[in-house]
Protein backbone atom coordinates (compact mmCIF):
# COMPACT_ATOMS: atom_id res chain seq x y z
CA UNK A 1 0.00 0.00 0.00
CA UNK A 2 1.42 3.45 -1.00
CA UNK A 3 2.58 5.62 1.51
CA UNK A 4 0.56 8.51 -0.26
CA UNK A 5 -2.83 8.01 -2.05
CA UNK A 6 -2.54 8.57 -5.95
CA UNK A 7 -4.18 11.72 -7.23
CA UNK A 8 -5.92 12.96 -10.46
CA UNK A 9 -3.47 14.89 -12.55
CA UNK A 10 -3.21 18.72 -12.29
CA UNK A 11 -5.36 18.22 -9.18
CA UNK A 12 -4.30 20.54 -5.73
CA UNK A 13 -3.28 16.74 -4.59
CA UNK A 14 -1.25 16.04 -7.09
CA UNK A 15 0.35 19.15 -6.30
CA UNK A 16 1.22 18.22 -2.80
CA UNK A 17 2.52 14.95 -3.44
CA UNK A 18 4.98 16.05 -5.73
CA UNK A 19 5.99 18.46 -3.74
CA UNK A 20 6.42 15.61 -0.76
CA UNK A 21 8.46 13.27 -3.08
CA UNK A 22 10.92 16.70 -4.28
CA UNK A 23 11.60 17.47 -0.50
CA UNK A 24 12.69 13.21 0.42
CA UNK A 25 14.61 13.72 -2.80
CA UNK A 26 16.43 16.66 -1.46
CA UNK A 27 17.45 15.14 1.71
CA UNK A 28 18.80 11.88 0.02
CA UNK A 29 20.69 14.48 -2.85
CA UNK A 30 22.57 16.64 0.17
CA UNK A 31 23.59 13.49 2.10
CA UNK A 32 24.66 11.92 -0.50
CA UNK A 33 26.27 14.65 -2.55
CA UNK A 34 28.08 15.39 1.33
CA UNK A 35 29.84 11.84 0.96
CA UNK A 36 31.11 11.75 -2.88
CA UNK A 37 32.47 15.52 -2.75
CA UNK A 38 35.48 16.98 -0.68
CA UNK A 39 33.89 20.25 -0.98
CA UNK A 40 32.73 21.44 2.73
CA UNK A 41 29.05 21.70 1.42
CA UNK A 42 26.79 24.43 3.32
CA UNK A 43 24.91 21.89 5.02
CA UNK A 44 23.01 24.31 7.42
CA UNK A 45 21.96 26.05 4.41
CA UNK A 46 20.58 23.23 2.40
CA UNK A 47 18.91 21.37 5.20
CA UNK A 48 17.19 25.00 5.95
CA UNK A 49 15.77 25.02 2.70
CA UNK A 50 13.98 21.92 2.55
CA UNK A 51 12.78 22.57 6.01
CA UNK A 52 11.21 25.55 4.46
CA UNK A 53 9.62 23.89 1.70
CA UNK A 54 8.25 21.01 4.16
CA UNK A 55 6.46 23.65 6.23
CA UNK A 56 5.25 25.01 3.03
CA UNK A 57 4.09 21.73 1.98
CA UNK A 58 2.54 20.87 5.07
CA UNK A 59 0.61 24.17 5.53
CA UNK A 60 -0.37 23.39 2.15
CA UNK A 61 -1.91 20.53 2.94
CA UNK A 62 -3.73 21.27 5.95
CA UNK A 63 -5.01 23.75 4.00
CA UNK A 64 -6.76 21.47 1.37
CA UNK A 65 -7.59 19.47 4.01
CA UNK A 66 -9.90 22.14 5.84
CA UNK A 67 -11.15 22.97 1.79
CA UNK A 68 -11.96 19.95 1.62
CA UNK A 69 -13.87 19.43 5.01
CA UNK A 70 -16.14 22.29 3.79
CA UNK A 71 -16.87 21.35 -0.06
CA UNK A 72 -18.43 18.40 1.44
CA UNK A 73 -20.54 20.41 3.92
CA UNK A 74 -21.88 22.37 1.55
CA UNK A 75 -24.89 20.82 -0.88
CA UNK A 76 -24.83 19.57 -3.96
CA UNK A 77 -25.36 23.29 -6.00
CA UNK A 78 -22.29 24.77 -4.70
CA UNK A 79 -20.01 21.66 -5.66
CA UNK A 80 -21.05 21.57 -9.26
CA UNK A 81 -18.77 24.65 -9.90
CA UNK A 82 -16.39 22.12 -10.66
CA UNK A 83 -12.66 22.69 -11.84
CA UNK A 84 -11.40 21.07 -14.72
CA UNK A 85 -7.43 21.84 -14.11
CA UNK A 86 -8.16 21.13 -10.14
CA UNK A 87 -7.48 25.01 -9.76
CA UNK A 88 -10.55 27.03 -10.73
CA UNK A 89 -11.31 26.55 -14.13
CA UNK A 90 -15.11 26.53 -14.38
CA UNK A 91 -17.48 24.23 -16.01
CA UNK A 92 -19.60 26.42 -18.33
CA UNK A 93 -22.51 25.60 -15.95
CA UNK A 94 -23.66 28.20 -13.73
CA UNK A 95 -24.38 27.22 -10.52
CA UNK A 96 -25.13 29.69 -7.59
CA UNK A 97 -23.99 27.86 -4.59
CA UNK A 98 -26.40 27.90 -0.83
CA UNK A 99 -24.15 27.90 2.41
CA UNK A 100 -24.48 25.28 5.15
CA UNK A 101 -26.73 28.44 6.58
CA UNK A 102 -29.27 29.02 4.12
CA UNK A 103 -28.17 32.34 2.54
CA UNK A 104 -26.94 31.89 -0.94
CA UNK A 105 -23.02 32.35 -2.18
CA UNK A 106 -22.47 34.68 -5.29
CA UNK A 107 -21.35 34.01 -8.19
CA UNK A 108 -17.90 35.99 -7.38
CA UNK A 109 -17.23 34.17 -3.92
CA UNK A 110 -17.50 31.33 -5.43
CA UNK A 111 -15.15 32.44 -8.32
CA UNK A 112 -12.72 33.87 -5.90
CA UNK A 113 -12.76 30.54 -4.12
CA UNK A 114 -11.94 28.34 -6.56
CA UNK A 115 -8.96 31.07 -7.99
CA UNK A 116 -7.68 31.01 -4.67
CA UNK A 117 -6.18 27.18 -5.35
CA UNK A 118 -4.63 28.81 -8.74
CA UNK A 119 -2.60 31.62 -7.53
CA UNK A 120 -1.90 29.56 -4.25
CA UNK A 121 -0.17 26.84 -7.04
CA UNK A 122 1.47 29.53 -8.07
CA UNK A 123 3.14 31.15 -5.07
CA UNK A 124 4.16 27.46 -3.97
CA UNK A 125 5.95 26.64 -7.39
CA UNK A 126 7.40 30.49 -8.01
CA UNK A 127 8.81 29.50 -4.31
CA UNK A 128 10.42 26.17 -5.32
CA UNK A 129 12.08 27.82 -8.21
CA UNK A 130 13.66 30.54 -6.11
CA UNK A 131 14.18 27.53 -3.50
CA UNK A 132 15.76 25.38 -6.18
CA UNK A 133 18.02 27.96 -7.58
CA UNK A 134 19.56 29.13 -4.13
CA UNK A 135 20.44 25.13 -3.23
CA UNK A 136 22.16 25.06 -6.86
CA UNK A 137 23.63 28.56 -6.37
CA UNK A 138 25.26 26.91 -2.93
CA UNK A 139 26.19 23.64 -5.13
CA UNK A 140 28.15 24.54 -8.01
CA UNK A 141 25.52 26.81 -10.09
CA UNK A 142 24.56 26.19 -13.30
CA UNK A 143 27.18 23.13 -14.05
CA UNK A 144 25.26 21.21 -11.38
CA UNK A 145 23.35 18.91 -13.39
CA UNK A 146 20.59 18.97 -11.26
CA UNK A 147 19.42 22.09 -12.72
CA UNK A 148 17.57 20.32 -15.43
CA UNK A 149 15.29 20.43 -12.21
CA UNK A 150 13.89 23.52 -14.04
CA UNK A 151 12.14 21.92 -16.72
CA UNK A 152 10.73 19.47 -14.53
CA UNK A 153 9.21 23.18 -12.32
CA UNK A 154 7.96 24.38 -15.33
CA UNK A 155 6.18 20.81 -16.98
CA UNK A 156 4.14 20.68 -13.88
CA UNK A 157 3.06 24.68 -13.89
CA UNK A 158 2.31 24.06 -17.95
CA UNK A 159 -0.28 20.82 -16.33
CA UNK A 160 -1.72 22.59 -13.23
CA UNK A 161 -1.59 26.44 -14.09
CA UNK A 162 -3.05 28.14 -16.62
CA UNK A 163 -0.61 29.47 -19.65
CA UNK A 164 0.05 33.15 -18.53
CA UNK A 165 0.72 31.78 -14.73
CA UNK A 166 3.16 29.13 -16.65
CA UNK A 167 4.60 31.63 -18.84
CA UNK A 168 5.88 33.82 -15.78
CA UNK A 169 7.32 30.90 -14.10
CA UNK A 170 9.19 30.38 -16.71
CA UNK A 171 10.29 33.76 -16.90
CA UNK A 172 11.63 33.06 -12.82
CA UNK A 173 13.24 29.84 -14.31
CA UNK A 174 14.91 32.10 -17.00
CA UNK A 175 16.01 34.26 -14.29
CA UNK A 176 17.11 31.99 -12.31
CA UNK A 177 19.27 30.09 -14.55
CA UNK A 178 21.18 33.40 -15.53
CA UNK A 179 21.99 33.95 -11.86
CA UNK A 180 23.43 30.92 -11.60
CA UNK A 181 25.34 31.41 -14.96
CA UNK A 182 26.61 34.39 -13.28
CA UNK A 183 27.41 33.68 -9.80
CA UNK A 184 27.31 30.69 -7.71
CA UNK A 185 29.70 28.92 -5.31
CA UNK A 186 32.02 26.25 -6.81
CA UNK A 187 31.93 23.12 -5.99
CA UNK A 188 35.22 20.39 -6.35
CA UNK A 189 33.99 17.89 -9.36
CA UNK A 190 31.03 19.83 -10.66
CA UNK A 191 32.36 23.15 -11.56
CA UNK A 192 33.53 22.88 -14.79
CA UNK A 193 35.06 26.45 -15.38
CA UNK A 194 36.23 28.73 -12.59
CA UNK A 195 33.94 31.64 -12.05
CA UNK A 196 34.48 35.17 -12.79
CA UNK A 197 34.42 37.85 -10.33
CA UNK A 198 30.51 38.67 -9.62
CA UNK A 199 29.65 41.92 -11.26
CA UNK A 200 25.77 41.15 -12.73
CA UNK A 201 26.51 41.68 -16.07
CA UNK A 202 25.32 39.70 -18.58
CA UNK A 203 28.16 40.47 -20.77
CA UNK A 204 31.21 39.02 -19.00
CA UNK A 205 29.48 35.66 -19.76
CA UNK A 206 31.65 33.76 -22.11
CA UNK A 207 30.65 31.77 -25.64
CA UNK A 208 29.68 28.79 -23.03
CA UNK A 209 27.69 30.33 -20.87
CA UNK A 210 25.76 32.49 -23.89
CA UNK A 211 25.65 28.92 -25.31
CA UNK A 212 23.91 27.07 -22.37
CA UNK A 213 21.68 30.45 -21.55
CA UNK A 214 20.47 30.43 -25.13
CA UNK A 215 19.76 26.26 -25.22
CA UNK A 216 17.65 26.79 -21.53
CA UNK A 217 15.76 29.62 -22.82
CA UNK A 218 14.74 27.52 -25.91
CA UNK A 219 13.99 24.35 -24.45
CA UNK A 220 11.74 26.21 -21.66
CA UNK A 221 10.01 27.99 -23.95
CA UNK A 222 9.34 25.08 -26.28
CA UNK A 223 8.60 23.05 -23.37
CA UNK A 224 6.28 25.98 -22.05
CA UNK A 225 4.25 26.32 -25.05
CA UNK A 226 4.01 22.54 -26.21
CA UNK A 227 2.89 21.46 -22.16
CA UNK A 228 0.12 24.58 -22.54
CA UNK A 229 -1.10 23.92 -25.36
CA UNK A 230 -1.86 19.91 -25.05
CA UNK A 231 -2.51 20.58 -20.78
CA UNK A 232 -5.19 22.95 -22.85
CA UNK A 233 -6.88 20.56 -25.24
CA UNK A 234 -7.21 18.34 -22.87
CA UNK A 235 -9.27 20.77 -20.50
CA UNK A 236 -10.95 21.32 -23.64
CA UNK A 237 -12.08 17.38 -24.12
CA UNK A 238 -12.60 16.98 -20.80
CA UNK A 239 -14.86 19.88 -20.64
CA UNK A 240 -16.60 18.22 -23.90
CA UNK A 241 -16.64 15.09 -22.68
CA UNK A 242 -18.48 16.13 -19.09
CA UNK A 243 -21.33 18.12 -21.51
CA UNK A 244 -21.71 14.78 -23.37
CA UNK A 245 -22.18 12.85 -20.40
CA UNK A 246 -24.72 15.24 -19.09
CA UNK A 247 -26.75 15.78 -21.89
CA UNK A 248 -26.90 11.76 -22.41
CA UNK A 249 -28.17 11.76 -18.73
CA UNK A 250 -30.85 14.64 -19.57
CA UNK A 251 -31.69 12.73 -22.63
CA UNK A 252 -32.62 9.21 -20.57
CA UNK A 253 -34.09 10.75 -18.01
CA UNK A 254 -36.40 12.47 -20.61
CA UNK A 255 -37.02 9.22 -22.23
CA UNK A 256 -38.44 8.54 -18.84
CA UNK A 257 -40.50 10.62 -18.42
CA UNK A 258 -41.90 10.57 -22.05
CA UNK A 259 -42.39 7.16 -21.43
CA UNK A 260 -44.59 7.90 -18.58
CA UNK A 261 -46.54 10.68 -20.10
CA UNK A 262 -47.40 8.80 -22.88
CA UNK A 263 -48.56 5.90 -20.68
CA UNK A 264 -50.56 8.48 -18.65
CA UNK A 265 -52.12 9.97 -21.56
CA UNK A 266 -52.71 6.36 -23.11
CA UNK A 267 -54.53 5.18 -19.64
CA UNK A 268 -56.22 8.46 -18.73
CA UNK A 269 -58.07 8.48 -22.12
CA UNK A 270 -60.72 5.63 -21.57
CA UNK A 271 -62.04 7.05 -18.37
CA UNK A 272 -62.30 10.26 -19.40
CA UNK A 273 -64.20 8.90 -22.69
CA UNK A 274 -66.62 7.41 -20.63
CA UNK A 275 -66.95 10.48 -18.09
CA UNK A 276 -67.66 12.49 -20.89
CA UNK A 277 -70.18 9.78 -22.11
CA UNK A 278 -71.75 9.49 -18.82
CA UNK A 279 -71.87 13.74 -18.72
CA UNK A 280 -73.61 13.69 -22.14
CA UNK A 281 -76.35 11.02 -21.44
CA UNK A 282 -76.69 12.43 -18.25
CA UNK A 283 -77.17 15.71 -19.80
CA UNK A 284 -79.83 14.31 -22.07
CA UNK A 285 -82.06 12.39 -19.45
CA UNK A 286 -82.43 16.07 -17.42
CA UNK A 287 -83.20 17.95 -20.14
CA UNK A 288 -87.12 18.21 -19.75
CA UNK A 289 -86.83 17.20 -16.02
CA UNK A 290 -87.16 20.36 -13.43
CA UNK A 291 -83.99 21.14 -11.88
CA UNK A 292 -82.23 23.69 -10.04
CA UNK A 293 -79.84 26.32 -12.21
CA UNK A 294 -76.90 25.39 -9.96
CA UNK A 295 -77.06 21.68 -12.14
CA UNK A 296 -77.24 22.92 -15.24
CA UNK A 297 -73.85 25.35 -14.11
CA UNK A 298 -72.35 21.96 -12.49
CA UNK A 299 -73.15 20.06 -15.80
CA UNK A 300 -71.30 22.50 -18.19
CA UNK A 301 -68.45 22.42 -15.80
CA UNK A 302 -68.20 19.01 -16.21
CA UNK A 303 -67.96 19.33 -19.99
CA UNK A 304 -65.52 22.15 -19.94
CA UNK A 305 -62.80 20.55 -17.66
CA UNK A 306 -63.47 17.71 -19.67
CA UNK A 307 -62.36 19.20 -22.85
CA UNK A 308 -59.49 20.88 -20.72
CA UNK A 309 -58.44 17.23 -20.04
CA UNK A 310 -58.40 16.28 -23.64
CA UNK A 311 -56.38 19.22 -24.67
CA UNK A 312 -53.73 18.57 -21.47
CA UNK A 313 -53.87 14.64 -22.96
CA UNK A 314 -53.17 15.82 -26.30
CA UNK A 315 -50.05 18.09 -25.42
CA UNK A 316 -48.56 14.89 -23.13
CA UNK A 317 -48.83 13.08 -26.51
CA UNK A 318 -46.90 15.98 -28.27
CA UNK A 319 -44.32 15.74 -25.37
CA UNK A 320 -44.03 11.99 -25.03
CA UNK A 321 -43.17 12.20 -28.65
CA UNK A 322 -46.10 11.56 -30.93
CA UNK A 323 -45.39 11.36 -34.40
CA UNK A 324 -47.29 14.54 -34.88
CA UNK A 325 -45.28 16.57 -32.41
CA UNK A 326 -41.98 15.09 -34.00
CA UNK A 327 -43.95 16.34 -37.72
CA UNK A 328 -41.54 19.40 -39.19
CA UNK A 329 -43.47 22.05 -41.17
CA UNK A 330 -43.23 25.40 -42.06
CA UNK A 331 -44.71 27.84 -40.83
CA UNK A 332 -44.08 32.01 -39.59
CA UNK A 333 -43.19 33.89 -36.20
CA UNK A 334 -46.87 35.28 -36.29
CA UNK A 335 -48.35 31.64 -36.68
CA UNK A 336 -46.00 30.26 -34.01
CA UNK A 337 -47.42 32.76 -31.70
CA UNK A 338 -51.12 31.92 -32.86
CA UNK A 339 -50.66 28.67 -31.95
CA UNK A 340 -48.94 28.85 -28.39
CA UNK A 341 -51.62 30.88 -27.32
CA UNK A 342 -54.53 28.57 -28.45
CA UNK A 343 -55.35 27.25 -25.25
CA UNK A 344 -54.34 29.83 -22.82
CA UNK A 345 -56.82 29.41 -19.67
CA UNK A 346 -56.49 33.87 -19.45
CA UNK A 347 -55.64 35.07 -22.83
CA UNK A 348 -57.05 38.55 -21.87
CA UNK A 349 -53.95 38.91 -19.93
CA UNK A 350 -51.41 37.71 -22.37
CA UNK A 351 -50.05 40.97 -24.18
CA UNK A 352 -48.49 40.78 -27.40
CA UNK A 353 -45.47 43.22 -27.48
CA UNK A 354 -44.30 44.33 -30.76
CA UNK A 355 -40.71 45.95 -31.53
CA UNK A 356 -41.22 49.60 -33.07
CA UNK A 357 -39.98 50.27 -36.23
CA UNK A 358 -40.43 45.94 -36.94
CA UNK A 359 -44.07 45.33 -38.19
CA UNK A 360 -42.68 42.61 -40.58
CA UNK A 361 -41.75 39.61 -38.09
CA UNK A 362 -45.08 37.76 -37.88
CA UNK A 363 -44.01 37.41 -41.85
CA UNK A 364 -40.71 35.31 -40.70
CA UNK A 365 -40.65 31.87 -41.76
CA UNK A 366 -39.74 29.06 -39.65
CA UNK A 367 -38.79 25.84 -39.86
CA UNK A 368 -39.62 23.97 -36.96
CA UNK A 369 -42.20 20.98 -34.82
CA UNK A 370 -44.72 24.12 -34.55
CA UNK A 371 -46.84 21.81 -32.24
CA UNK A 372 -43.96 21.25 -30.06
CA UNK A 373 -42.54 24.71 -29.90
CA UNK A 374 -46.05 26.44 -29.48
CA UNK A 375 -46.26 24.18 -26.04
CA UNK A 376 -43.13 24.90 -24.63
CA UNK A 377 -43.75 28.88 -25.21
CA UNK A 378 -47.41 27.99 -23.99
CA UNK A 379 -45.58 26.61 -21.01
CA UNK A 380 -44.07 29.83 -20.56
CA UNK A 381 -46.65 31.63 -20.38
CA UNK A 382 -48.47 29.55 -18.38
CA UNK A 383 -45.49 29.87 -15.20
CA UNK A 384 -45.86 33.59 -15.86
CA UNK A 385 -49.63 34.10 -15.35
CA UNK A 386 -49.23 32.14 -11.93
CA UNK A 387 -46.05 33.87 -10.91
CA UNK A 388 -48.31 37.02 -11.55
CA UNK A 389 -51.55 38.28 -9.48
CA UNK A 390 -55.35 38.12 -11.48
CA UNK A 391 -55.06 41.69 -12.44
CA UNK A 392 -51.33 41.74 -13.94
CA UNK A 393 -50.40 40.70 -17.47
CA UNK A 394 -47.85 38.64 -19.48
CA UNK A 395 -45.82 40.06 -22.33
CA UNK A 396 -44.53 38.30 -25.08
CA UNK A 397 -42.26 39.96 -27.25
CA UNK A 398 -41.28 38.50 -30.19
CA UNK A 399 -37.90 40.49 -31.64
CA UNK A 400 -35.75 38.92 -34.80
CA UNK A 401 -32.24 39.05 -35.11
CA UNK A 402 -29.72 38.23 -38.29
CA UNK A 403 -29.68 34.38 -37.51
CA UNK A 404 -32.23 33.56 -34.65
CA UNK A 405 -35.59 34.58 -33.24
CA UNK A 406 -36.29 35.74 -29.48
CA UNK A 407 -39.44 35.20 -27.61
CA UNK A 408 -39.28 37.46 -24.40
CA UNK A 409 -41.83 36.08 -22.15
CA UNK A 410 -42.52 38.91 -18.97
CA UNK A 411 -44.16 38.54 -16.35
CA UNK A 412 -45.32 40.59 -12.73
CA UNK A 413 -44.76 38.27 -10.62
CA UNK A 414 -42.40 37.85 -7.79
CA UNK A 415 -39.38 36.89 -9.35
CA UNK A 416 -37.29 34.16 -8.53
CA UNK A 417 -34.07 33.53 -5.81
CA UNK A 418 -31.00 32.39 -7.35
CA UNK A 419 -31.62 29.06 -5.68
CA UNK A 420 -35.14 28.94 -7.87
CA UNK A 421 -33.00 29.67 -10.89
CA UNK A 422 -30.61 27.31 -10.56
CA UNK A 423 -32.97 24.42 -10.05
CA UNK A 424 -35.37 25.93 -12.61
CA UNK A 425 -35.66 23.22 -15.27
CA UNK A 426 -34.96 20.22 -13.08
CA UNK A 427 -37.38 17.79 -13.09
CA UNK A 428 -40.11 17.32 -10.63
CA UNK A 429 -38.75 20.73 -8.75
CA UNK A 430 -41.61 23.20 -8.59
CA UNK A 431 -42.78 26.23 -6.55
CA UNK A 432 -46.36 26.22 -7.23
CA UNK A 433 -48.95 25.05 -4.48
CA UNK A 434 -49.43 21.11 -4.41
CA UNK A 435 -52.30 20.76 -7.56
CA UNK A 436 -50.92 23.56 -10.01
CA UNK A 437 -48.16 21.38 -11.30
CA UNK A 438 -46.21 18.72 -11.08
CA UNK A 439 -42.52 20.53 -12.35
CA UNK A 440 -42.25 18.93 -15.84
CA UNK A 441 -43.31 21.95 -18.17
CA UNK A 442 -40.13 23.77 -17.52
CA UNK A 443 -38.23 20.76 -18.33
CA UNK A 444 -39.22 19.39 -21.71
CA UNK A 445 -39.87 22.69 -22.65
CA UNK A 446 -35.75 23.50 -22.32
CA UNK A 447 -35.13 19.91 -23.62
CA UNK A 448 -37.61 20.97 -26.85
CA UNK A 449 -35.35 24.35 -27.28
CA UNK A 450 -32.10 22.92 -26.96
CA UNK A 451 -32.91 20.13 -29.03
CA UNK A 452 -33.63 22.68 -32.24
CA UNK A 453 -30.32 24.13 -31.25
CA UNK A 454 -31.71 26.76 -28.89
CA UNK A 455 -31.49 28.61 -25.88
CA UNK A 456 -33.81 28.93 -22.86
CA UNK A 457 -32.55 32.09 -20.62
CA UNK A 458 -34.06 33.78 -17.15
CA UNK A 459 -33.39 36.84 -16.04
CA UNK A 460 -34.84 37.27 -12.64
CA UNK A 461 -35.14 40.79 -10.51
CA UNK A 462 -36.85 39.54 -6.92
CA UNK A 463 -39.63 42.14 -6.46
CA UNK A 464 -39.80 42.94 -9.96
CA UNK A 465 -40.69 39.67 -11.98
CA UNK A 466 -38.94 37.49 -14.82
CA UNK A 467 -37.98 37.16 -18.54
CA UNK A 468 -37.95 34.00 -19.85
CA UNK A 469 -36.28 34.49 -23.42
CA UNK A 470 -36.40 31.36 -26.29
CA UNK A 471 -33.81 31.56 -28.61
CA UNK A 472 -34.64 29.79 -31.88
CA UNK A 473 -31.86 30.03 -34.89
CA UNK A 474 -33.68 30.81 -38.20
CA UNK A 475 -33.54 28.15 -40.88
CA UNK A 476 -30.50 28.89 -43.76
CA UNK A 477 -31.62 29.50 -47.39
CA UNK A 478 -31.76 26.41 -49.38
CA UNK A 479 -31.69 23.83 -46.03
CA UNK A 480 -33.96 21.56 -46.00
CA UNK A 481 -34.92 18.54 -42.77
Known amino acids: MPLIAPAPLGSSTWLLQLRTFAIVGQLFTIL ?5 TPTLLP ?6 LVVFTAITNGAYGWWLARTERRRQSEPQSTREYESLSGH ?35 VLMAMDLIT ?11 DNPFSLFYFVNIAVGGVILTAPLTWTLTGLAILGFVVLLVDSRP ?3 LTITPQQSPDWMIANLDLRDCGMLLAFVTCATVLTYFVTRISRQLRLRERDLRRSQSERADAMRLEGLTTLAAGAAHELASPLSAIDVACREL ?13 DEDLSLIDGQLQMCRQI ?45 DDSWEDQPLWLPEEAVAQAIRNLIHNGLDASESSQSVAVEPIVDHDAVRLQVRDQGLGMSGEVMDRAGDPFFTTKEPGRGIGLGLFLTRNVITRLGGSLTFDSTPGVGTVATVRLPLPKDGSSV
Open 313 to 357: LSRMRAASGDTAAQRWNRTTLGDLIDTALEGIRDPHRVEIVETPN
Open 132 to 142: LTAMLYLTGGA
Open 43 to 48: LGALLA
Open 88 to 122: GSLVEKRTVGISPDGSSVADSDVTVQLETPLQLAF
Open 32 to 36: FARLL
Open 187 to 189: VAG
Open 283 to 295: TRHLEAIPKPKSV
